[in-house]
C-alpha cells in the first residue's frame, strides 16, 4: 500500500512539473528575460504584418532583431521614426531604411469597391489581421479600423477592386499624420 502512494505521488509531481513547463512556455505572462527585449521591440513596430522586412510579421521581426539576426532598418511602414526608436531601445546607430525592404510611405488603409467585388474570398485569406470581412460569392469590406495598410491584398483580387487609399483623418489619427505640426 506504501509503495502504491509513494508511486502515485511521483508520478503525480513529474506531471505537474510537465504541465508547469507546458504553461511557462505556452503563457506570455511567464517571459524569459530576452522575451521581455523582444516585446519591447514589438512594440516599437508597427504591426502591419505586411512582410516587407522579409519577415511573416511583426513579432518574427521582432525575435530576429533580439538575436541580431536582423538590422533594426527593414520596416517601410515603421520609417525611419520606428529606425530610430529600435536605435535608442538597442543602443545601436540609426540606419537608414533600407531600399530593398521598400520606401517609406504615408499610412493606408484597404477600399474594396463593393459593386465590383464577385466574392471570391482571395483578399480574405492574404489579410494578416482579419480586417476584411465577407462570405464566399457574396461582397467583401473592409474593417477600417483594423486594416493595417499591409497592401497584401490588392495583388490577389482577379477584379481589382481593392485600392490602397489614404488614412482618414480623425482626432486619434491627426497627431501621427501631422508630425510636422508638433514637435
Known amino acids: 500500500m506504501l509503495t502504491a ?4 505521488t511521483s508520478i503525480t509531481t513529474v506531471l ?9 512556455r505556452y503563457n506570455p505572462r511567464f517571459e524569459a528575460a530576452g522575451d521581455s527585449v523582444v516585446e519591447s521591440i514589438n512594440a516599437l513596430l508597427p504591426q ?13 521581426y ?28 538597442l543602443g545601436q546607430n540609426v540606419l537608414t531604411l533600407n531600399p ?3 520606401a517609406e510611405a504615408p ?8 459593386s465590383m467585388c464577385i466574392g471570391c474570398k482571395k483578399c480574405i485569406l492574404v489579410c494578416p489581421v ?18 493595417t495598410g499591409c497592401d497584401l491584398c490588392v495583388e490577389p483580387c482577379p477584379v481589382d477592386c481593392i485600392d490602397m487609399i489614404d488614412v482618414p483623418v480623425t482626432i486619434s489619427t491627426w497627431r501621427t499624420q501631422r508630425p510636422e505640426a508638433h514637435p
Not at 502512494?5 to 502515485?8: K, Q, Y
Not at 502591419?48 to 518574427?60: F, K, M
Open 5 to 8: 502512494i509513494i508511486s502515485l
Open 16 to 24: 505537474g512539473f510537465m504541465l508547469y513547463g507546458v504553461h511557462r
Open 48 to 60: 502591419t504584418q505586411c512582410g516587407q522586412c522579409n519577415y511573416t510579421g511583426c513579432r518574427p
Open 62 to 89: 521582432a525575435e530576429a532583431i533580439a538575436a541580431k539576426e536582423a538590422p533594426i532598418n527593414q520596416c517601410p511602414p515603421g520609417g525611419e521614426a520606428t529606425i530610430n526608436s529600435l536605435a535608442a531601445l
Open 100 to 102: 530593398d525592404n521598400g
Open 107 to 114: 499610412a493606408k488603409i484597404a477600399f474594396i469597391h463593393e
Open 130 to 147: 482579419d480586417a476584411i470581412v465577407g462570405a464566399p460569392k457574396l461582397m467583401h469590406t473592409v474593417i477600417a479600423n483594423e486594416c
